[in-house]
Structure formats: C-alpha cells, structure tokens
C-alpha cells in the first residue's frame, strides 16, 4: 500500500500552499450532526447532535435526470426544518467533457431547485460534490494537480450558490495522520471559497477503497484529533457511518465524541 509520510517543514510548506490560516479560536457554534445508521442507535440530539437526513440519488443512467423519481425521494420532507443532505455521486465534474460537465451541473441545479420545493423549510447542502474531493493533490504538493482540482471547484460555483451549507467530506483513507492533516485543511480552505457554513463528513472507519484497513475503525486518538482539527477550521461536522452494523456505546471512538462533544457546553 502506498503511503505518504510529510514531517516537519514540509508540512508547513504544504499547508500553506493553500491560502492564509483561519482564525485561531474555534467557531463559537461549531454544530455536530447525527448522519449515523447504526442499528438501535439511540436517540443523539441530547448530547448535542441533531439528526441530518440523508437523500439519496435515484437509481437509473447517469446521462438522466428523472425528475419524478427525484421527487419521489423527497416527498416526505415537506415537513423537515432541520439540515439534508442530497447524496448524488453519479454525476460527475472532474475530469470530463465539457459538454458533460455543463449538463451535470445543470442536473445539480435543477435538483436543488427540486430540493426547495419539496423541502422549503430544510437547510440544504451536497455532500462531497462542492467543492470537488480531493486527497493526492494536496498531499503530494503538485501544483499541476492542485491548480486542476481548484479549476474543478470553480466548476461548481453557480451550484454552490444555490445550497445552504456545503459538505466536504473527509474521510480517512491512511493510517497517516500528517498527511490526513494536510488533506483536510486544504480541502475545508477549497469549501471556504463559495462564503457558506462549511461543515465536513468525518467517519469514524477508514475508507474502504484502502483493502488492508477497510471496515475497521480509526483510532481514538486519531479520530479525536480529527474533532478538534475540523473543530478549528470549519463551522461543523456530520457524523457518518455504520450501515448494517450494531451499535456499540462503549465504542473507543464514541467514547472520544461524547468526551468532545462535553467541550461544546451544549448539555
């Protein structure tokens, strides 16, 4: 398995490769959102983590938007005043024509549009769409590679402007902790540039395109430092994971998010 180690002055190279530092202190009401799908998971909104739904994209070609099916998925929202999030990965905006790229967008907008209509009372974001996901390009310091991934995020401006909050997503996909670092700073910068409430996916496993570490849990370490990084660049994070599993209340990395969410002072 490839890995990527940065130390040192490298480091602080890259992470400033990626514009000025944020502002020290923490966002004063850093939100935490339930996007978990574990089975008899408790209730979490007393500890401080309201419920985010979760939308998915409709199943059919990826050169289509079938707006009754788009509908469909959302028409028990009409009701919703809290945050969704629209999960449509199928429509792509790195790397391909431009003709491609114009009409996925143009799907994106005529989504969101769709999402206000059947949710006008919901606050609404894409997760990982906007802006463009990205882990190489950063760590690896290439500006060939960065300059490509920015021009993708540009891409998705006129849909950034339409949603409410935008959802990088972050998950871990090495045991690497300085490079997840770099990754996760230049990504939430890149989210910074559309002025919404940026709040990040983080996921307490590490990604399963990595075959050696797929379906088990980071750290608890790692996973609190992954809190208290995201606590002091973004404006929030969204919980997810945990499809098809048990839940487990003496979990290490649940242990970790009770300890942090404690921090908040929102119980």
Request: glycine share 6%.
């Amino acid at each position: 398995m490839l890995r990527i180690v940065i130390h040192g002055a490298v480091l602080s190279l890259l992470l400033g490769v990626f514009g000025a530092a944020l502002a020290a202190e923490p966002a004063a009401n850093f939100v935490v959102l339930d996007g978990l799908l574990y089975k008899n998971k408790p209730d979490l909104a007393p500890l401080g983590m309201p419920r985010i739904l979760q939308i998915n994209q409709p199943s059919g070609p990826s050169d289509k938007l079938d707006e009754a099916s788009v509908r469909d998925r959302m028409k028990t929202l009409k009701d919703w005043s809290g945050p969704i999030f629209l999960d449509y990965e199928n429509w792509p905006t790195n790397g391909v024509a431009p003709d491609v790229l114009a009409r996925n967008l143009g799907f994106y907008s005529r989504v969101t549009q769709i999402a206000r209509e059947m949710a006008p009372k919901a606050t609404i974001g894409y997760y990982a769409d906007i802006p463009c996901r990205n882990y190489w390009a950063p760590v690896s310091g290439d500006s060939k590679k960065i300059a490509d991934w920015k021009q993708c995020s540009r891409y998705t401006e006129p849909v950034a402007s339409q949603v409410d909050v935008v959802y990088p997503s972050l998950y871990t996909f090495y045991n690497d902790q300085k490079g997840w670092d770099v990754y996760a700073k230049a990504n939430i910068l890149e989210a910074r540039r559309y002025h919404k409430p940026v709040y990040v996916f983080l996921w307490p496993e590490y990604h399963p395109s990595n075959a050696l570490l797929r379906n088990t849990n980071i750290s608890a370490q790692f996973w609190r430092h992954q809190l208290d990084f995201c606590r002091g660049l973004a404006d929030g994070v969204v919980i997810w994971g945990g499809f098809g599993e048990e839940w487990k209340e003496d979990a290490p990395w649940w242990v970790e998010t009770k300890a942090f969410l404690a921090t908040l002072n929102r119980h």
